[in-house]
């Protein structure tokens, strides 16, 4: 009997070790473990950097700084700066160029873009031109004036020249941008290709191209209103250049905004839209950075997939490589490899970004630049970036909260409810 016992109790033992043996360890494994997992792990070892957010080079925080040597005429709406391009550092100093509007008043908004005239803006890009500003140290800057002004009517641009970005190519400069020849609002929403200007420096002067150099799409395309933020990169020798474009707003539904990407030999083109457009299905803006051999995208705001930085081994197909708060809109980051036509992309530290309508009033709409900075760098370790379990302050939560309508139909489920 007493063998018996020893027996049972030696098998319970193993049984147990057994068990124990095959549980997820407590200590996560930095590489993938040769063992069953689950979907979610199975996508935790697959799909990311590293299997913690701390160790996800492409997991970041965002921290943001207030710019210095900008005026804004009491914040009255009357001036705007907004959608910086990459920042580049030249001559020893950083530039960058934005969509800068000054007009006698703030835009009506495109609800009522029959109100706007030559002097009326109807959104908030709406009569602009494109100057730039210089820094020493990228916090405190000295607008420069006008790079790229509207140029006179009819040529393309006429309207509004806004949103723009710079490329570097074989010692020349080149500007890209928004070229409208009509009020954004006056066919629904934004109508507009996009245009270049070049220059020999950075300081200018731009000369103008005169033709578009990425159309809009055919009719019925999803790219056939909008081209907007256009944005070049060097890689393999051609110009990749990456813009988003606003459809879908038919039979009631609001606009989507999705990705696509256009490749030249010469900057002056011709670029030629890649078959996969869009490729990518999220982000209101475009902002992307070389990242080892691939390339690194922001998609913010908007989408499925909003909240996400994702990365393309191939600069095509890109893949969610992590989930972010407070993402910059707009950003416009430094990098310093954008145009090197790198193999080894570094990854980015910091950039401008813009906000919008600070006031939190539509009758003084206009944009601010702001500074943004985070951890997307392979030569860069700060750990404060890497934290997670950002918690926003009451006052922030319930300045969301429901309105009238919301309440009541709140109201009238619980009475639904008494009434059963």
Known sequence: MKKYILLTLSLSTFIMAQGQEKAFPYDLP???PNRPLSAALQRNYDNYLGPRQESNELYTQFKYTELKGFDYNGNDGTITRRDPSKVIFENGQYYIWYTHRETPVAPVGI????????????????????????????????????????PPKPQVGWRSVTTTDILKWKGKYYLYYQAFSEAPGKSGGDNCPVAVSYADSPNGPWTPFKKEVIPNGAPGSWDQFSIHDPYPIVHNGKIYLYYKS???????????????????DDPLGPFKKHPLNPIMNSGHETTLFPFKKGVAAFAIRDGNEAN????????????????????????????PDAFTDTKDGRGITWGISHFANPNRD???????????????????????????????????????????????????????????
Request: net charge negative.
């Open 308 to 335: 996400t930085i994702q990365y393309a081994e191939d600069w095509v197909n890109f893949e969610i490589a992590a989930m972010v708060e407070m993402m910059p809109n707009a950003g416009g980051p430094f990098v």
């Open 246 to 264: 606003d459809f879908g707003k038919v039979n009631g539904k609001n606009n989507v905004r999705m990705h696509g990407l256009a490749i030249a």
């Open 30 to 32: 930095e590489e993938k």
């Open 111 to 150: 609800s009522r873009v029959e109100e706007s005239n030559d002097t009326i803006p109807s959104a908030d890009w709406d009569l602009s031109d494109i100057f730039y500003a210089t820094s020493k140290d990228g916090f405190t800057w000295e607008e420069q004036g006008v790079a790229v002004p509207r």
């Open 362 to 420: 539509w009758k003084k709409n206009h944009v601010i630049l702001v500074r943004f900075d985070c951890d997307l760098s392979l030569d860069v370790d700060d750990k404060q970036m890497k934290r997670h379990h950002n918690t926003p302050r009451l006052e922030y939560l319930l300045q969301h909260g429901l309105n009238a309508e919301q309440r009541e139909r709140v109201a009238n489920e619980t009475k639904q409810l008494n009434q059963k």
